[in-house]
């Protein structure tokens, strides 16, 4: 249910999801890419601002985050894709009197306590695990952010098609039980092998006609067919949390919900250094997705400009 006030200016959130998308940033067709999923989502305002108005309407609630993309033989502690987005937003959410908890991937815990240490926020993270999560009350929300969902065959994959074995905890069984209990369920990915994609899985098929292969021979291609009650695209995964923090500082009128630019680096560079590596160049670096760690940062300060032009 959407509660906003019909005063209210869409353009800033409309200018968030094209930044998300990374127009004017990256490649020009890989940012069309992410704007037609947009799109195909159909929704009747900014998906940002979608997400972050359900998201201000439980404070005082419980939710949990998700992140996590491990690898053994490539990325044995995980990508520095969505554990930076996953904090970001937790202590966005935890300062608007949400109250979150991070699960991770065990490769990636003693990182993600690293990484909120440089952000300078208590949060509580824990390891992933399924036998207790599946036995406690479910949170009234749940984020999976840059967490590898499974395929129709139900194999997790690489985008370029790697299964993943040993690595990744599958958490697509929990979302779905979680969401049947009534737990309101968001997903935010960007390659379409993530957990929420569900929603989109014959548009990434159409757009995208390489997903439907992979190397493991399982015969179901890329995409994770997991559905999300709410999905966001983005360019890169961290970038669409980024927004919707960006969003509620909006909405809350309340400049201290944003990531800022600075932190931006910060956790990157300690990102590599804990050995959290860019998924695609599948080497630890000062950048993330393939792309410099200059271009995230400058993905940082747009938002942040337009939050604070909104605030004016």
């Known amino acids: ?71 053994p033989k490539l990325y044995p502690r995980g990508e ?18 949400l109250i979150p908890t991070i699960w991770v991937d065990p490769p990636l815990l003693e990182n993600a306590m690293w990484l909120a240490a440089e952000l300078g926020v208590e949060l509580d993270i824990h390891s992933i695990d399924l036998d207790l999560l599946g036995q406690v009350t479910p949170p ?6 840059e967490k590898p969902g499974r395929n129709a065959q139900g194999v997790m994959h690489t985008f370029d098609g790697i299964a993943i074995d040993g690595g990744s905890i599958p958490i697509d069984d929990l979302f779905m039980q979680w969401q049947t209990a009534g737990t309101l369920t968001i997903g935010i990915g960007d390659r379409g092998n993530e957990v929420g994609f569900g929603n989109l899985a014959k548009t990434v098929a159409q757009l995208l006609p390489v997903s439907a292969t992979c190397r493991c021979g399982c015969g179901g291609g890329v995409v994770s067919v997991t559905p999300s009650q709410l999905f966001l695209p983005a360019a890169v995964s961290n970038w669409g949390a980024y927004g919707i923090a960006a969003a509620l500082a909006i909405l809350e009128r309340d400049g201290r919900l944003l990531y800022l630019p600075d932190e931006e680096e ?3 560079h300690v990102a590599a250094v804990r050995g959290c590596v860019d998924g ?9 997705d393939g792309l410099g760690g200059r271009v995230s940062i400058a993905i940082v300060q747009e938002l942040r400009t337009i939050a604070q032009t909104a605030l004016q």
């Open 140 to 145: 009234a929300t749940a984020l999976a952010i």
């Open 266 to 268: 910060r956790l990157l």
């Open 1 to 71: 249910m959407i509660l906003l006030d019909s005063s209210l200016n869409l353009e800033p959130f409309r200018q968030i999801d094209q930044v998300i998308s990374g127009e004017g940033f990256i490649a020009p067709p890989s940012s069309a890419y992410i704007q037609r999923l947009q799109a195909a989502l159909s929704e009747p305002v900014p998906l940002t601002l979608l997400i972050a108005d359900r998201l201000r309407q439980l404070k005082g609630k419980h939710v949990s985050l998700f992140t996590g993309f491990v690898v």
């Open 80 to 97: 520095n894709d969505g554990p930076l987005g996953t904090l970001a937003l937790a202590r966005t959410l935890k300062r608007c009197g």
């Open 280 to 288: 695609v160049r599948r080497q630890s670096g000062f950048g993330v």
